[in-house]
């Protein structure tokens, strides 16, 4: 696949956020409402992609999100956003979210998730993406073939009717 302006590596669109978590992030077990926390991923996988496209970008789906523990009052909540894989108009982001000890700064994963976001011009129209993605590292080629996978099935679920 070619590029008009060449490639960019994953680590060109990492991005973290960090939040404290409180009172009106809370549901009623007093932990983190899982929809706030679909919200932060969501906007950490959009400041990614946008980083990688160098434009707007719109969330088409959420792949995967998986809750691992809970959160609660006072926690540091920690995002870390990065591009792990680039098609023609829409690229997938993987979204880690951990709580960071604020005494050892020991961080504990609670989540991840995958996102796939479209470039979009200033019409809402999916747009080609400029720039190639070139995985470097083991880790960052293996993200690269799970997306293909994840693309794979996503595509049969479709034809199937989901």
Known sequence: MSYEKGYKKCSDSLTEVTKLLQYRDINGENRLFGGRLMEWIDE??????????????????????????????????????????????????????YVEDKSSGIRRAINHAYLTCVHVNDEGRPEPIPYGLKPESITEIAEWEGAQKRIAIRKHRTAEGF
């Open 44 to 97: 950490a996988a959009a400041l990614a992609a946008m980083r990688h496209c160098g434009g707007n970008v719109t969330t088409l789906m959420i792949d995967s999100l998986r809750f691992k523990y809970g959160a609660f009052i006072n926690d540091m909540i920690v995002l870390i956003a990065k591009v792990t894989y680039v098609g023609r108009t829409s690229m997938e982001v993987r979204v880690d979210t």
